[in-house]
T-cell receptor, first 113, second 114 residues
Framework: EAGVTQFPSHSVIEKGQTVTLRCDPISGHDNLYWYRRVMGKEIKFLLHFVKESKQDESGMPNNRFLAERTGGTYSTLKVQPAELEDSGVYFC???????????FGSGTRLTVV | GDSVTQMEGPVTLSEEAFLTINCTYTATGYPSLFWYVQYPGEGLQLLLKATKADDKGSNKGFEATYRKETTSFHLEKGSVQVSDSAVYFCALSDPGTGGFKTIFGAGTRLFVKA
């Protein structure tokens, strides 16, 4: 089966610009998650979709971040306007059942300059 | 809140050496425990998991035992290979208290020399 796909793999943008990250989960996985790892620190939870609904968005750092999952398929994560501290690797993951663990995408490395 | 603490790296070993990466956790409920691995240039992969106390997860020669009495889930491998060089993340998920999110440790980078 195809894995979790994320793009772009890398993005370099200037402070104040907008960036949109995309994630295509494994087909049939209702659960989709966004995480990020900043400066080699812990991987931090951002939010969780079940199908098209936001189940938990407690990890979203502020209102500059907007996630959507139209039709319960792919998801986008928009950062607008980007700040320097948003630099890091953004991971998407999907799962069918929570206790099985996730399948992760390769991540998008975002650099804000 | 729930948390995961794992040994700082990097860990450098020679090929065929024994590997232990320590991981301890704090959780108010009964979490599932995981080890993920990230090879260079790739995304995280689930390496192994354990869902209850005394369970042993194993995969690719790696194993870890869920020890509730010591709140630990140490990763071990008897003989590492150069291809095991990667970053290893210990993680927990506690749906009873933490919802469906997973809490990760900071990661431990392993270098294996030929």
């Amino acid at each position: 089966e195809a894995g979790v796909t994320q793009f772009p793999s890398h993005s370099v943008i200037e402070k104040g610009q907008t960036v949109t990250l995309r994630c295509d989960p494994i087909s049939g996985h209702d659960n989709l998650y966004w995480y990020r790892r900043v400066m080699g620190k812990e991987i931090k939870f951002l939010l969780h979709f079940v199908k098209e609904s936001k189940q938990d968005e407690s990890g979203m750092p502020n209102n500059r971040f907007l996630a959507e999952r139209t039709g319960g398929t792919y998801s986008t994560l928009k950062v607008q306007p980007a700040e320097l501290e948003d630099s890091g690797v953004y991971f998407c993951a999907s799962s069918q059942l929570q206790t099985q663990g996730y399948t992760f995408g390769s991540g998008t490395r975002l650099t804000v300059v | 809140g729930d948390s995961v603490t794992q040994m700082e790296g990097p860990v450098t070993l020679s090929e065929e050496a024994f590997l232990t990466i320590n991981c301890t956790y704090t959780a108010t409920g009964y979490p599932s425990l995981f080890w993920y691995v990230q090879y260079p240039g790739e995304g995280l992969q689930l390496l192994l998991k354990a869902t209850k106390a005394d369970d042993k997860g194993s995969n690719k020669g790696f194993e870890a035992t869920y020890r509730k009495e010591t709140t630990s889930f140490h990763l071990e491998k008897g003989s590492v290979q150069v291809s095991d060089s990667a970053v290893y993340f210990c993680a927990l998920s506690d749906p009873g208290t933490g919802g469906f999110k997973t809490i990760f440790g900071a990661g431990t980078r392993l270098f294996v020399k030929a």
